[in-house]
C-alpha cells in the first residue's frame, strides 16, 4: 500500500457524435444527476442540488493535498463548485455543499469558468480538478470545450461523489482523462440516512464501471502524475466497517489493480452530531481493520493516511485560502 499525506480546436463528442448544442441546454429540463428533478435551472429555478442558472464556483487554486498522482509536485488546478447532490449529514465541506450562499461563491458563466481554467494551467498546475461537478457536468463540459479551444492542454479530473448519472457521463465522454469519484456505500438503508440517497448503492457501480470504460485503469508519466484512468476514494466511516467491506469488494471485481484511497480523515462535521453513531473521529482498529481487508482483495494500489488527518485536512472556505495545502 501507498501511504499519502492529502499533502488545437476540440470537438465535443456525444456516443460518438459530434454536437452543435451546447450541453448546458439540457438545464431547461434538468437531467444532470440520478435525481433528475426535470426543473429549468435555465430560468433560474433550483432542484436538489440548490443551483440554478449560473457556475457557482467558491475556490479555484493550486491544491497540493489530494493523492500523490492528482497533486504531484506543482498542485492540482483545483476548481470546488458550490451546491452538491448529496446531502452528507457529516460534510465537511458543508459551507459550499450545504450553505454556500452564506460563503465565499463567485457566479460564473462559461467563459470565465474557463479563462480560470486557463489561469490555473499557467500557474503550473498538473491537472484542471473539478470537485463536486455532478449536477453542474454539462456546464462544465462546455467550459472545458472552450478552455481547449483557447489552448488548455492539460488533463480534466472529475472528482465526484460517486452519486452520478450514466446518461450524462456519457455525453462527456472523451472530454475528462482522469475521474477520481467517492464511492461511499454498498448498503442503501445508509446512503438515505447519511446522504440522503436511497439509491446510491445502485447509481454508483454502474457510474464507476462508465468511468472505468471510458478512461480505463490509472496510468502515471514519469514522475509519477497521472495522465489517464480511474482513482477512486472510500471515507471510512466509524462503524461501517462491514459497508467499507462491501465497497472494497465490488472494487476489486472491477479489477484489482484499481488505484483506490482508502480516507481516514473522517471528522463529525455539519450534522454528524444528530447520529451519535457516527459522530465521533475512526479507531484505529476500524481503519486497520479496512485497510487489511483491501490487501486481503489484492488491492495493492491502495493509498493510506495517518490517523492525525481528520482536523489536519478540513476546509474552512470562509477564508480565501481554506485549506493548507492551497494556493
Given at each position: 500500500?501507498?501511504?499519502?499525506?492529502?499533502?488545437?480546436?476540440?470537438?465535443?463528442?456525444?456516443?460518438?457524435?459530434?454536437?452543435?448544442?451546447?450541453?448546458?441546454?439540457?438545464?431547461?429540463?434538468?437531467?444532470?444527476?440520478?435525481?433528475?428533478?426535470?426543473?429549468?435551472?435555465?430560468?433560474?429555478?433550483?432542484?436538489?442540488?440548490?443551483?440554478?442558472?449560473?457556475i457557482p464556483v467558491s475556490h479555484?487554486?493550486?491544491?497540493?493535498?489530494?493523492?500523490?498522482?492528482?497533486?504531484?509536485?506543482?498542485?492540482?488546478?483545483?476548481?470546488?463548485?458550490?451546491?452538491?447532490?448529496?446531502?452528507?449529514?457529516?460534510?465537511?465541506?458543508?459551507?459550499?455543499?450545504?450553505?454556500?450562499?452564506?460563503?465565499?461563491?463567485?457566479?460564473?458563466?462559461?467563459?470565465?469558468?474557463?479563462?480560470?481554467?486557463?489561469?490555473?494551467?499557467?500557474?503550473?498546475?498538473?491537472?484542471?480538478?473539478?470537485?463536486?461537478?455532478?449536477?453542474?457536468?454539462?456546464?462544465?463540459?462546455?467550459?472545458?470545450?472552450?478552455?481547449?479551444?483557447?489552448?488548455?492542454?492539460?488533463?480534466?479530473?472529475?472528482?465526484?461523489?460517486?452519486?452520478?448519472?450514466?446518461?450524462?457521463?456519457?455525453?462527456?465522454?472523451?472530454?475528462v482523462q482522469i475521474y477520481m469519484?467517492?464511492?461511499?456505500?454498498?448498503?442503501?438503508?445508509?446512503?438515505?440516512?447519511?446522504?440522503?440517497?436511497?439509491?446510491?448503492?445502485?447509481?454508483?457501480?454502474?457510474?464507476?464501471?462508465?468511468?472505468?470504460?471510458?478512461?480505463?485503469?490509472?496510468?502515471?508519466?514519469?514522475?509519477?502524475?497521472?495522465?489517464?484512468?480511474?482513482?477512486?476514494?472510500?471515507?471510512?466511516?466509524?462503524?461501517?466497517?462491514?459497508?467499507?467491506?462491501?465497497?472494497?469488494?465490488?472494487?476489486?471485481?472491477?479489477?484489482?489493480?484499481?488505484?483506490?484511497?482508502?480516507?481516514?480523515?473522517?471528522?463529525?462535521?455539519?450534522n454528524a452530531c444528530n447520529h451519535?453513531?457516527?459522530?465521533?473521529?475512526?479507531?484505529?482498529?476500524?481503519?486497520?481493520?479496512?485497510?487489511?481487508?483491501?490487501?486481503?482483495?489484492?488491492?495493492?494500489?491502495?493509498?493510506?493516511?495517518?490517523?492525525?488527518?481528520?482536523?489536519?485536512?478540513?476546509?474552512?472556505?470562509?477564508?480565501?485560502?481554506?485549506?493548507?495545502?492551497?494556493?
Amino acid at each position: 500500500m501507498r501511504k499519502f499525506e492529502m499533502t488545437g480546436k476540440s470537438e465535443r463528442m456525444t456516443g460518438g457524435r459530434e454536437m452543435n448544442r451546447p450541453l448546458t441546454d439540457q438545464l431547461a429540463s434538468c437531467e444532470c444527476c440520478p435525481r433528475r428533478c426535470k426543473v429549468n435551472r435555465l430560468e433560474g429555478k433550483t432542484g436538489f442540488c440548490g443551483v440554478g442558472s449560473g457556475i457557482p464556483v467558491s475556490h479555484a487554486g493550486l491544491h497540493f493535498g489530494e493523492e500523490p498522482p492528482i497533486s504531484g509536485s506543482k498542485g492540482s488546478g483545483t476548481i470546488f463548485f458550490a451546491g452538491c447532490n448529496l446531502h452528507c449529514v457529516f460534510c465537511q465541506n458543508y459551507q459550499i455543499s450545504q450553505e454556500y450562499r452564506q460563503s465565499r461563491v463567485r457566479t460564473l458563466n462559461t467563459d470565465e469558468l474557463a479563462a480560470e481554467m486557463l489561469r490555473l494551467q499557467d500557474a503550473g498546475a498538473h491537472n484542471i480538478n473539478f470537485v463536486s461537478p455532478s449536477h453542474l457536468i454539462f456546464p462544465m463540459a462546455d467550459a472545458i470545450i472552450a478552455a481547449r479551444s483557447k489552448g488548455l492542454t492539460i488533463p480534466i479530473v472529475y472528482n465526484s461523489n460517486g452519486y452520478d448519472s450514466v446518461d450524462a457521463l456519457r455525453q462527456i465522454r472523451g472530454l475528462v482523462q482522469i475521474y477520481m469519484p467517492d464511492i461511499k456505500y454498498m448498503d442503501n438503508s445508509l446512503s438515505q440516512r447519511y446522504s440522503a440517497a436511497d439509491d446510491y448503492a445502485d447509481v454508483a457501480p454502474e457510474a464507476l464501471r462508465e468511468m472505468q470504460d471510458q478512461v480505463g485503469l490509472l496510468t502515471l508519466d514519469d514522475q509519477g502524475v497521472a495522465v489517464k484512468g480511474l482513482l477512486v476514494r472510500h471515507l471510512v466511516q466509524p462503524g461501517c466497517v462491514e459497508n467499507s467491506r462491501r465497497c472494497l469488494r465490488f472494487l476489486a471485481e472491477l479489477s484489482p489493480q484499481t488505484f483506490v484511497s482508502v480516507m481516514s480523515q473522517y471528522s463529525p462535521q455539519y450534522n454528524a452530531c444528530n447520529h451519535p453513531e457516527i459522530n465521533r473521529t475512526l479507531t484505529i482498529e476500524e481503519y486497520d481493520e479496512v485497510t487489511d481487508y483491501a490487501l486481503s482483495l489484492g488491492l495493492e494500489n491502495a493509498f493510506i493516511q495517518g490517523l492525525e488527518s481528520p482536523y489536519r485536512y478540513l476546509p474552512d472556505f470562509r477564508r480565501k485560502r481554506p485549506f493548507r495545502h492551497t494556493t
